[in-house]
């Protein structure tokens, strides 16, 4: 008896798919556009426009007033042999670079402390974070108080002749005031992105190095740290980028002083502008500028690469 087998269907080709990936791409409506509007026009009038402005005046010899003519380069090769600018630079980068050391010291400790099976460390995270929300200037006045009046009389009290006099009239120590004041305000900030690297981490990596005998120091050098490294770059760039653009706690602590020891940058550049060195200063703050655009770029460039990890 001979089987017959039923021919079989042609399988027929899924369709193509009707979303070709041209179209899959999300697009962006234009009344999204729209409201931006305003706020790039409230951005090219405020920044940018006064910010073109101004490096052209820089190329000029203007006052802030009256005429003026173009002499290219020159305001920029005078800032090379200027001591006054050359004064404000050295004192800016070193305080930064003091401040930016200092403050992420301070702020890993208290997040390594914070972090740990301590009780109250909810309200003392508060605590902490308390300075981030007060005002520079508010804070440069209080510490003002502090390092002129209550500190020379401890001082005085105790026989210590180094605090026997306000700090902040010593030319060699005023900078060191300026540095625990911006440390002060600069840590909690530091500090919440250190608790968020921290709790990041999984707590069975600490499990199977106790495990393994590793004591709670190596714990910290070998695990911790190697961890929390991304998080260390970015407040690293971050605070010495801030710190460059001091200002309101130098006003309040020693308005530059002694004579010219702690006048920053933007400080030099702000009293330019009042005293009739307009297009100078100017050239002083396109140069600025400039740093800090490189200094930002570097800290985008380290962001995208360990993103992209």
Same mark, same amino acid.
């Given at each position: 008896?001979?089987?017959?087998?039923?021919?079989?269907?042609?399988?027929?080709?899924?369709?193509?798919?009707?979303?070709?990936?041209?179209?899959?791409?999300?697009?962006?409506?234009?009344?999204?556009?729209?409201?931006?509007?305003?706020?790039?026009?409230?951005?090219?009038?405020?920044?940018?426009?006064?910010?073109?402005?101004?490096?052209?005046?820089?190329?000029?010899?203007?006052?802030?007033?009256?005429? @003026?003519?173009?002499? *290219?380069?020159?305001?920029?090769?005078?800032?090379?042999?200027?001591?006054?600018?050359?004064?404000?630079?050295?004192?800016?980068?070193?305080?930064?670079?003091?401040?930016?050391?200092?403050?992420?010291?301070?702020?890993?400790?208290? =997040?390594?402390?914070?972090?740990?099976?301590?009780?109250?460390?909810?309200?003392?995270?508060?605590?902490?974070?308390?300075?981030?929300?007060?005002? *520079?200037?508010?804070?440069?006045?209080?510490?003002?108080?502090?390092?002129?009046?209550?500190?020379?009389?401890?001082?005085?009290?105790?026989?210590?002749?180094?605090?026997?006099?306000?700090?902040?009239?010593?030319?060699?120590?005023? @900078?060191?005031?300026?540095?625990?004041?911006?440390?002060?305000?600069?840590?909690?900030?530091?500090?919440?992105?250190?608790?968020? *690297?921290?709790?990041?981490?999984?707590?069975?990596?600490?499990?199977?190095?106790?495990?393994?005998?590793?004591?709670?120091?190596?714990?910290?050098?070998?695990?911790?740290?190697?961890?929390?490294?991304?998080?260390?770059?970015? !407040?690293?760039?971050?605070?010495?980028?801030?710190?460059?653009?001091?200002?309101?706690?130098?006003?309040?602590?020693?308005?530059?002083?002694?004579?010219?020891?702690?006048?920053?940058?933007?400080?030099?550049?702000?009293?330019?502008?009042? *005293?009739?060195?307009?297009?100078?200063?100017?050239?002083?703050?396109?140069?600025?500028?400039?740093?800090?655009?490189?200094?930002?770029?570097?800290?985008?460039?380290?962001?995208?690469?360990? !993103? =992209?990890?």
């Amino acid at each position: 008896m001979t089987t017959t087998t039923a021919p079989t269907a042609p399988t027929q080709a899924a369709p193509p798919s009707a979303t070709t990936p041209r179209q899959a791409k999300s697009r962006v409506e234009g009344i999204y556009y729209a409201f931006l509007i305003p706020s790039l026009e409230l951005f090219t009038l405020a920044i940018t426009v006064p910010a073109i402005i101004g490096i052209f005046f820089s190329f000029t010899n203007s006052i802030g007033f009256g005429e @003026w003519e173009l002499i *290219g380069l020159t305001n920029y090769i005078a800032m090379f042999s200027d001591p006054a600018i050359l004064s404000s630079y050295l004192f800016t980068f070193g305080f930064a670079s003091v401040t930016v050391v200092l403050v992420n010291v301070v702020a890993f400790l208290l =997040a390594v402390g914070l972090t740990a099976q301590i009780k109250f460390k909810t309200a003392l995270r508060t605590v902490f974070v308390i300075p981030m929300v007060v005002s *520079g200037i508010i804070i440069a006045f209080v510490f003002n108080f502090l390092f002129s009046n209550s500190l020379p009389v401890f001082g005085q009290a105790t026989g210590i002749g180094l605090l026997s006099e306000s700090i902040l009239a010593n030319p060699d120590l005023a @900078w060191v005031a300026i540095v625990i004041v911006t440390a002060w305000q600069a840590v909690p900030g530091t500090l919440l992105i250190y608790i968020a *690297g921290l709790l990041a981490i999984p707590g069975d990596v600490y499990e199977a190095a106790s495990l393994d005998g590793a004591t709670k120091r190596q714990q910290l050098v070998r695990i911790t740290l190697p961890l929390v490294v991304g998080y260390v770059v970015i !407040n690293v760039l971050l605070g010495f980028k801030n710190f460059l653009n001091a200002y309101d706690v130098i006003i309040g602590l020693t308005n530059g002083g002694p004579g010219t020891a702690t006048r920053s940058i933007p400080m030099t550049i702000v009293t330019g502008f009042t *005293g009739g060195d307009y297009a100078y200063q100017m050239a002083n703050a396109t140069m600025f500028f400039v740093i800090v655009v490189i200094i930002s770029l570097i800290q985008l460039r380290i962001s995208r690469g360990r !993103n =992209a990890v």
